[in-house]
């Protein structure tokens, strides 16, 4: 089945660093990677799509210069936290429409801790 | 692309009763689809239901669709403590659309 790994599983780093979130799609092309952020208890919250070769589309209330994304090819996306503060400590995770009928394919996601 | 709202917010059971979840929805739909997330954990899919469709089942879950009603159910038979997670409901237009989850039903199951 299609399979995305997401890494880092989890970071830690200090405020004003950046961090960056990988997700590869193993065996199936992602043209198309969701990005969503969930905090403690609650749902998750979609912050952008991406698309290969193209712009990524951010969701209202989405910073799209402090969360840069990159989606350079068909296997791979990234999201930077740029100028990481405590207050993106969150916890991340791509989501690829994966093949049919298996729905979409997340990844296992990342724990990003700002101290 | 629309938000599901799962009901209840939260559900706890004995091993081995049966769980059952329910989500509403507010537009016309191609498909729902079900999702459950471990603790700390990405999402998994569960089992997606085409809007020409009634029931589906897939081992211990069964989900119902109600276009009529706008809504479906998902029910986990001879629940498991391994079933203790959150599940989502995604109702989706079709193709590669972004998917909006809302709160979850968290299920705890009690051995």
Redesign the interface.
């Known amino acids: 089945g299609a399979v995305v790994s997401q890494h880092p599983s989890w970071v830690i780093c200090k405020s004003g660093t950046s961090v960056k979130i990988e997700c590869r799609s193993l065996d199936f092309q992602a043209t198309t990677m969701f990005w969503y952020r969930q905090f403690p208890k609650q749902s998750l919250m979609l912050m952008a799509t991406s698309n290969e070769g193209s712009k990524a589309t951010y969701e209202q209330g989405v910073e799209k210069d402090k969360f840069l994304i990159n989606h350079a090819s068909l296997t791979l996306s990234t999201l930077t936290v740029t100028s990481a503060h405590p207050e993106d400590s969150s916890f991340y995770i791509c989501s690829a429409p994966g093949l049919h009928p298996s729905g979409y394919t997340f990844g296992s996601g990342t724990r990003l801790t700002v101290v | 692309s629309q938000q599901g709202e799962e009901d209840p917010q939260a559900l706890s059971i004995q091993e081995g009763e049966n769980a059952t979840m329910n989500c509403s929805y507010k537009t016309s739909i191609n498909n729902l689809?079900w999702?459950r997330q471990n603790s700390?954990?990405?999402?998994?899919?569960l089992i997606?239901i085409r809007s020409n469709e009634r029931e589906k089942h897939s081992g211990r879950l069964r989900v119902t669709l109600d276009t009529s009603k706008k809504s479906s159910s998902l029910l986990i038979t001879a629940s498991r403590a391994a079933d203790t997670a959150s599940y989502?409901c995604?109702p989706s237009d079709g193709g590669?659309e972004?998917?909006?989850?809302?709160?979850?039903t968290k299920l705890t199951v009690n051995p």
């Open positions: 689809q999702y700390g954990r990405g999402l998994v899919h997606l989502f995604a590669s972004k998917l909006v989850f809302g709160k979850g």
